[in-house]
């Protein structure tokens, strides 16, 4: 049926372009024909590319006939090129067409015949996701069962992509409730990875997670929660060296990948077992792991790391870098055509020669060592001082493993509260949003604020009428986010509190507890961190190299004309800036008199105007403390289109879950903002690197060899 479709579509090609053979007859005009449909692959350009592709096709048929492993290799591409499209009907007999062609000229065996096999896998895999986000797993299954037919073929039992099928295929049956098949065949996938790849491998992980999710499906805690563990230890190993590396918007989507991961935790210990305290401390860690972790690593970089070494030990650094490119390529890439046992030991090899040189480096610099340190809740607790309590606020979206399709529910915060002994406690404080939502009470609380005559500033003297309204909000919120905390707070003096999502726009020193006592009256030392592992950083204690500076009163019209705020769109945030300018602050220049006044400051500390401004600002090191009186303003919430996010755990990848929520501090903490899942999930999501060396393929540079890719 396959053939037969393929060559109804060749005479409809001969037919209705026969200038396009005579356009183009030689081997070196097939060339460079060939290289613009790879140059426009690259770039995402399918529809442009499929002309030239089906040109192509016509004219390798004409130079070297329907039977030649070139002709095969026209065909892979342009159902390729039709795959991406999501036009699967077109795809599959052209791929099925080339496979006939590989196997009849270079045999069963031959690496293109494999390759040709991989693609059609892939076919089948790509046809299973859409059929999985349509809820079609009914039409789905035989697909799946087919992928793993091929992969076996073509890979072996032991191959990783075998694992990744029968993973596929396990999720189709967890999604039917089918347990009793789904659990073997998740076992068995994940047998085969911990095997191939090694049990600290990243995809090793995803096996993991999703085994833990059918566990929890069924109600089985007690096995879930060991593999939780491990799930946690694998992602924190690795997700040190991922931010590390490559470009902001790659960081952004790492970490976007792990968000899911962590509400699975908290909502296992919050929804599942609440009372388990292991539970506890497991949510936690992630917590103190991932949150705000992006942030930290675009604010410090390479060039901080550079800045932390004595000059001596530069070479060290850059070796050390070296690896972890190293490192992180042969994880992304895989075994590919090396055996299992091969790869490991490369894996192993390079991770050890990385440990060696970053304990010398730790031992050189100390900002070296901390920034090294392993994030653990223990860590964490020791640094706690006496009478204090640490409040990590996080927003999740809780699971619900037995239910069809959307598995997630209705964003809701939570809070974790550490002392500086004793067992965490956590607790669920509600969903964010509804009409006594947790985000609309903090948006009344800031309009009442803001329509204060004294100001935001000026809390604890607010006049009438704003003081009953506020005061109702303060306690009302108070009611929410604290009073569940009060039977562990009797014998605290100082909170740090770690906000997320909305809460960050909250001035918890204006709650109000039952007594009428503001926060900040009850706990005169509130602190805010980022997260509980900002008290690892801290244990750096550098002395000020400059006197304080204060920054105030930029002049953003510097220049001769007006500055505007310009970010470029994307499919994350598409919000246009443009129109958006900011006026001078004539009040920030009086701030700055009045602490210049009570700190003896010196007039060169005292930066306003055009020295205000971020240039003259990075020449600065280490003053005693700064101070910065500028602009801060938040925008509306986006409402996300749930549709335009795939299934979470099907095809054994790192997806966050469908219908996420954006939140103020987009994909630096968990729960706060979950963006668009990594390309190639579904048709119309390009991202080349994720074909790892398939795809459009030119002829003339060998049957099934990738060109450029």
């Known amino acids: 049926m396959g053939r037969s479709l393929a060559v109804v579509f060749f005479v409809g090609l001969v037919l209705l372009s026969p200038l396009c053979a005579q356009e183009v007859v030689t081997p070196d005009g097939l060339d460079r024909l060939n290289a613009r449909v790879v140059e426009l692959y690259r770039q995402g350009e399918v529809e442009q590319a499929l002309p030239l592709a089906e040109r192509a096709v016509v004219i390798t048929r004409n130079l ?54 991989n ?115 694998i992602r924190e190993q690795h997700l040190g060296i991922n931010l590390a590396l490559g470009s902001e918007r790659q960081k952004l989507a790492y970490a976007e990948t792990l968000s899911w991961e962590t509400s699975m935790l908290v909502s296992f210990h919050l929804q599942d077992v609440p009372k388990e305290a292991n539970a506890a401390h497991l949510a936690l860690t992630a917590l103190l792991q991932r949150k705000g972790r992006v942030l930290e690593a675009l604010a410090s970089g390479q060039e901080r790391l550079r800045r932390s070494i004595q000059p001596g030990d530069a070479k060290l650094l850059a070796d050390w870098a070296a690896l972890l490119t190293q490192y992180s390529t042969w994880v992304n890439r895989g075994p590919g055509e090396l055996e299992p046992e091969r790869y490991r030991v490369q894996l192993d090899e390079i991770l050890s020669r990385k440990e060696t040189l970053q304990q010398e ?115 009302a919120l108070y009611g929410k986010l604290l009073a569940p905390l009060e039977a562990e707070l009797d014998d605290v003096q100082q909170l740090l509190i770690s906000p997320d999502g909305d809460l960050n726009r909250l001035p918890f020193a204006a709650l109000r507890d039952p007594q009428g006592q503001f926060l900040i009256e009850r706990y005169p030392q509130l602190s805010y961190l980022g997260s509980g592992r900002d008290l690892l950083r801290l244990q750096l204690h550098s002395a000020p190299i400059e006197p304080a500076l204060l920054l105030a009163a930029p002049d953003y019209d510097h220049g001769g004309e007006t500055r505007k705020v310009s970010l470029p769109a994307s499919p994350r945030r598409s919000r246009d800036f443009g129109s958006a300018h900011f006026a001078p602050l004539p009040g920030t220049a009086q701030e700055a008199a009045a602490l ?70 987009a994909a630096l903490r968990p729960g706060a903002r979950r963006g668009q899942p990594p390309p190639g999930l579904g048709h119309g999501r390009w991202d080349p690197d994720r074909f790892r060396g398939r795809g459009v393929r030119s002829p003339r540079h060998g049957p099934g060899r990738p060109l450029g890719l």
């Open 596 to 665: 210049q006044a009570l700190l003896n400051l010196s007039p060169d500390r005292v930066w306003e105007g055009p020295k205000a401004a971020e240039g003259p600002l990075k020449t600065i090191r280490g003053p005693k403390f700064l101070h910065l009186a500028t602009h801060g303003f938040f925008l509306p919430e986006e409402t996300e289109d749930p549709s335009r996010h795939p299934a979470s755990t099907l095809m054994g990848t790192d997806t966050p879950p469908p219908y996420a929520q954006r939140g103020s501090d």
């Open 119 to 233: 693609d059609l896998a892939e076919l089948y895999r790509a046809r299973v996701v859409e059929l999985y986000q349509q809820g079609q797993v009914e039409q789905a299954l035989p697909l799946a069962e087919r992928a793993v037919v091929i992969n076996r073929r073509r890979s072996g039992e032991e191959h990783p992509d075998t694992a990744t099928s029968l993973n596929d295929l396990a999720e189709l049956y967890r999604e039917k409730g089918d347990y009793a098949l789904a659990e073997p065949l998740l076992k068995r996938a994940l047998a085969i990875r911990e095997r191939a790849l090694g049990p600290e491998h990243p995809d090793t992980a995803t096996n993991l997670n999703n085994l833990t999710g059918l566990y929890q499906a069924k109600g089985d805690y007690t096995q879930a929660e060991p593999l939780f563990k491990r799930v946690l230890a």
């Open 64 to 117: 070297y006939g329907d039977e030649h492993p070139d002709t095969a290799t026209s065909l892979a591409s342009l159902a390729v090129l039709y795959r991406l499209k999501g036009d699967y009907a077109q795809a599959e007999p052209l791929h099925r067409r080339a496979l006939a062609i590989y196997e009849k000229a270079l045999g069963p065996e031959h690496p293109d015949t494999a390759t040709s096999l």
């Open 361 to 475: 480096l730790s031992a050189h610099s100390a900002a070296f060592r901390v920034g090294q340190q392993a994030v653990t809740l223990e860590a964490v607790q020791k640094l706690l001082p006496e009478g204090a309590a640490l409040v990590e606020y996080v927003q999740y979206r809780p699971v619900q493993p037995k239910a069809k399709g959307d598995r997630w529910g209705a964003p809701r915060y939570a809070v974790y509260l550490l002392r500086p002994s004793g067992a965490p406690v956590g607790i669920d404080l509600g969903e964010v949003e509804g009409v006594d939502g947790i985000k609309q009470q903090i948006e009344r609380l800031g309009a009442a604020l803001d329509r204060a005559p004294s100001g935001r500033g000026e809390v604890l003297r607010l006049q009438p009428p704003e003081r009953e309204e506020v005061a109702k909000l303060a306690a």
